[in-house]
């Protein structure tokens, strides 16, 4: 495999290539025969199928031996996701991460790529195209921002974060914002400060592994409610995602009676 530094600028080029040529040209473009329902609200767009297969057969040459897991083949075939725990060296694409919204033309999008060795995320991606942002992070060498080291900042005293699911009661003590419904947005979000926690339903890997090592990076946690930590592999939720060292405040607050019922 090549140097981790060589391997971080050849995957970031790749995501600004297939950007450029794929995603960015059918942004506002879309015909309704262009648009697909995988589940009802699940929509699906010739940009990401066409994303997803260029970047899956770039990474093949870059790693043959690698394990190739994206969002669309996922769909295809479920059990691509058997091997994603146990490969010795692995890949996961979500060529478009918040479909929805590239649908309707909002800026709001990103395409995300996680690299893994042995189920432990080494190296993760989240490029915003039309926001022209990279994040990346690598294991142990922090997060980047188009090639910056970013810091979190906030001088909040009450809690702010955002819920893909009922919150109810909302706690005295939690401000709640609308989600951006797409995780390569609110990653980033989580990182820079605006928000201090997010809840999802599920924990997909292609929405979720990226992201998780930044977190990771950042001093915080990816992990369910109940303290059990967030596996290559998992689709269960709900799944909590906080940055820096207010887990315990956010756990504590958010376990009240009543306030996460449970997953259906």
Same mark, same amino acid.
């Given at each position: 495999?090549?140097?981790?530094?060589?391997?971080?600028?050849?995957?970031?080029?790749?995501?600004?290539?297939?950007?450029?040529?794929?995603?960015?040209?059918?942004?506002?473009?879309?015909?309704?025969?262009?648009? %697909?329902?995988?589940?009802? !609200?699940?929509?699906?767009?010739? @940009?990401?199928?066409?994303?997803? $297969?260029?970047? *899956? +057969? /770039?990474?093949?040459?870059?790693?043959? %031996?690698?394990?190739?897991? !994206?969002?669309?083949?996922?769909? @295809?075939?479920?059990?691509?996701? $058997?091997?994603? *725990? +146990? /490969?010795?060296?692995?890949?996961?694409?979500?060529?478009?991460?918040?479909?929805?919204?590239?649908?309707?033309?909002?800026?709001?999008?990103?395409?995300?790529? *996680?690299?893994?060795?042995?189920?432990?995320?080494?190296?993760?991606?989240?490029?915003?195209?039309?926001?022209?942002?990279?994040?990346?992070?690598?294991?142990?060498?922090?997060?980047?921002?188009?090639?910056?080291?970013?810091?979190?900042?906030?001088?909040?005293?009450?809690?702010?974060?955002?819920?893909?699911?009922?919150?109810?009661?909302?706690?005295?003590?939690?401000?709640?914002?609308?989600?951006?419904?797409?995780?390569?947005?609110?990653?980033?979000?989580?990182?820079?400060?605006?928000?201090?926690?997010?809840?999802?339903?599920?924990?997909?890997?292609?929405?979720?592994?990226?992201?998780?090592?930044?977190?990771?990076?950042?001093?915080?946690?990816?992990?369910?409610?109940?303290?059990?930590?967030?596996?290559?592999?998992?689709?269960?939720?709900?799944?909590?995602?906080?940055?820096?060292?207010?887990?315990?405040?956010?756990?504590?607050?958010?376990?009240?009676?009543?306030?996460?019922?449970?997953?259906?």
């Amino acid at each position: 495999m090549k140097h981790d530094q060589t391997l971080a600028a050849e995957v970031a080029d790749l995501l600004k290539d297939v950007a450029e040529r794929i995603v960015i040209p059918r942004f506002g473009t879309l015909t309704a025969d262009q648009i %697909q329902e995988k589940r009802p !609200g699940d929509l699906v767009t010739i @940009a990401d199928h066409q994303a997803e $297969d260029a970047i *899956a +057969q /770039a990474l093949s040459r870059l790693t043959p %031996q690698a394990l190739i897991v !994206g969002e669309e083949a996922a769909f @295809a075939n479920p059990a691509i996701l $058997d091997g994603l *725990a +146990q /490969a010795e060296q692995a890949w996961c694409i979500d060529p478009i991460d918040g479909t929805k919204n590239f649908t309707r033309h909002s800026p709001d999008f990103a395409i995300m790529v *996680a690299h893994m060795d042995n189920a432990v995320v080494t190296q993760a991606w989240i490029y915003q195209p039309i926001h022209a942002t990279m994040y990346h992070a690598e294991k142990g060498a922090g997060v980047r921002r188009n090639g910056q080291p970013i810091a979190r900042h906030t001088d909040r005293t009450r809690l702010c974060g955002s819920a893909y699911r009922k919150i109810d009661p909302v706690p005295d003590q939690v401000d709640l914002k609308r989600s951006w419904r797409s995780c390569g947005i609110d990653y980033p979000k989580l990182l820079e400060g605006e928000i201090d926690f997010v809840l999802y339903r599920d924990g997909k890997p292609w929405d979720h592994l990226p992201g998780s090592l930044m977190v990771a990076e950042m001093g915080g946690r990816c992990a369910m409610l109940s303290g059990e930590s967030y596996r290559p592999g998992s689709m269960q939720g709900p799944l909590s995602v906080i940055p820096g060292d207010r887990w315990q405040e956010v756990r504590t607050t958010l376990m009240g009676p009543a306030v996460l019922p449970s997953h259906s």
